[in-house]
T-cell receptor, first 112, second 114 residues
Framework: KNQVEQSPQSLIILEGKNCTLQCNYTVSPFSNLRWYKQDTGRGPVSLTIMTFSENTKSNGRYTATLDADTKQSSLHITASQLSDSASYICVVIDSYGNKLVFGAGTILRVKS | DTGVSQDPRHKITKRGQNVTFRCDPISEHNRLYWYRQTLGQGPEFLTYFQNEAQLEKSRLLSDRFSAERPKGSFSTLEIQRTEQGDSAMYLC????????????FGPGTRLTVT
């Protein structure tokens, strides 16, 4: 069973709209949680990094939240743009910082 | 330094052939990681090096797979006697050591085994 579960699996929204992606994890203990954006055929690029003591972290139009008690995180994208079309991957780093456990990702498509 | 680079970007090979991929990390990074990603899935950890030492290998890394980082700089990942199930994107990442340091990913090598 994957230790990081993401939902929805895919999502289509209109340009300019907001959306929220979900991540549930069971990795424990962990040192930090990250959201990555992966364009098709490219390597993942980090959007946000949160330690277990942080609740919210923003990076431009991206806002990530973390509830370490319920082991849930979300990524909110505001005023979506066509260039936001990508796979968004939730990643939990173990407490030793050595290994990243990846979710399967949410494929987001922004339509004009 | 423009980041992590991987070569080749694409490789098509016939089943049973050997292939070797190269990764050049960010120069000051002492850790280097290999991941495998299949379509619709997130990357899966294969192995990582700190300097030239290979510190951990996943169970996914069968005997046909071998990785080296001989001088603590670039790394190679070799797959012997390739199988169709080896078809995937192979990603390399590098970082400084320590839990707070971010891993920077290369563009990946797409392997297709026919």
């Amino acid at each position: 069973k994957n230790q990081v579960e993401q939902s929805p699996q895919s999502l289509i929204i209109l340009e300019g709209k907001n959306c929220t992606l979900q991540c549930n994890y069971t990795v424990s203990p962990f040192s930090n949680l990250r959201w990555y954006k992966q364009d098709t055929g490219r390597g993942p690029v980090s959007l946000t990094i949160m330690t277990f003591s942080e609740n919210t972290k923003s990076n431009g139009r991206y806002t990530a939240t973390l509830d370490a008690d319920t082991k849930q995180s979300s990524l909110h994208i505001t005023a979506s743009q066509l260039s936001d079309s990508a796979s968004y991957i939730c990643v939990v780093i173990d407490s030793y910082g050595n290994k990243l456990v990846f979710g399967a990702g949410t494929i987001l498509r922004v339509k004009s | 330094d423009t980041g992590v680079s991987q070569d080749p970007r694409h490789k098509i090979t016939k089943r049973g052939q050997n292939v070797t991929f190269r990764c050049d990390p960010i120069s000051e990074h002492n850790r280097l990681y290999w991941y495998r990603q299949t379509l619709g899935q997130g990357p899966e950890f294969l192995t990582y090096f700190q300097n030239e030492a290979q510190l951990e290998k996943s169970r996914l890394l069968s005997d046909r797979f071998s990785a080296e980082r001989p001088k603590g700089s670039f790394s190679t990942l070799e797959i012997q006697r390739t199988e169709q199930g080896d078809s995937a994107m192979y990603l390399c990442a590098s970082s400084m050591s320590g839990r707070s340091y971010e891993q920077y990913f290369g563009p990946g090598t797409r392997l297709t085994v026919t």
